[in-house]
Nanobody
Framework: QVQLVESGGGTVQPGASLRLSCVPSGRAFSDSRMAWFRQAPGKEREFVAAVNWNGGRTYYADSVKGRFTISRDYAKNTVYLQTISPSPEDTAVYYC?????????????????????WGQGTQVTVSS
């Protein structure tokens, strides 16, 4: 059974660095496109960032552009989401998602319906 496992969440101060990791189990995800979504209390799940299968294309939500970076390490079969300047508005549960459909993996997508595999989420709280 394929699973995505997120880690790296917790409580951080505004402006502190933060890196989330997503590790798939059950199969390698080198032939997939990946994304991060988040859901804040009382709000709908929203897109954060996406990367295509070879890392050549990335896409960011306007709210995080310039502050968040999505990357992938094929040797470790891991996808990362990093920020060096989180704010309290970034407080949310962060979810990793994957899509393995051929041809689709060449591009990125901001739509949750594009992704077939999801992790359980990791809580990020930004507070002083």
């Amino acid at each position: 059974q394929v699973q995505l496992v997120e880690s790296g969440g917790g409580t951080v101060q505004p402006g502190a660095s933060l890196r989330l990791s997503c590790v798939p189990s059950g199969r390698a995800f080198s032939d997939s496109r990946m994304a991060w979504f988040r859901q804040a209390p009382g709000k709908e799940r929203e897109f954060v960032a996406a990367v295509n299968w070879n890392g050549g294309r990335t896409y960011y939500a306007d709210s995080v552009k310039g502050r968040f970076t999505i990357s992938r390490d094929y040797a470790k079969n891991t996808v990362y989401l990093q920020t060096i300047s989180p704010s309290p508005e970034d407080t949310a549960v962060y979810y990793c998602a994957a899509d393995t459909h051929p041809l689709a993996i060449l591009s990125t997508s901001r739509f949750s319906t594009s992704y077939e595999y999801w992790g359980q989420g990791t809580q990020v709280t930004v507070s002083s």
